[in-house]
């Protein structure tokens, strides 16, 4: 069974870059979808971005041209480059996997989520 770890979460200032991690175990996540959620205080939680087996990446509106979502090589870990960060982004985020090689929204396996908050 994979196991999600994510790391890398803390409070920033505004406008400041975050790099969060998403370590998998004991096997890698090359040959699955990977995808990244998040969860503000109050509110559902929400897609935020996915990755491919190929590479391919799409993010959800709010975080185009800001954030940037990929694997190492080895795929034991993904990331989530966080740019230009924003009050909006304070949120509980968290790491999925569908076990398949394809996205289709579905997810099999989560980790226990990294919390960032922005500070102004």
């Known amino acids: 069974q994979v196991k999600l770890v994510e790391s890398g979460g803390d409070s920033v200032q505004a406008r400041w870059s975050l790099l969060l991690s998403c370590s998998s175990s004991?096997?890698?996540?090359?040959?699955?979808?990977m995808a990244w959620f998040r969860q503000a205080p109050g509110k559902e939680r929400e897609w935020v971005a996915s990755?491919?087996?190929?590479?391919?990446?799409t993010y959800a509106d709010f975080v185009k041209g800001r954030f940037s979502v990929s694997r190492d090589n080895r795929g034991l870990t993904t990331y989530l480059q966080m740019g230009s960060l924003e009050p909006e982004d304070t949120a509980m985020y968290y790491c999925?996997?569908?076990?398949?090689?394809?996205?289709?929204?579905?997810?099999?396996?989560w980790g226990q989520g990294t919390q960032v908050t922005i500070i102004t």
């Open positions: 004991p096997v890698s996540v090359n040959n699955y979808c």
């Open positions: 999925a996997a569908r076990l398949r090689n394809w996205c289709d929204g579905r997810h099999d396996v």
């Open positions: 990755i491919e087996t190929n590479g391919r990446a």
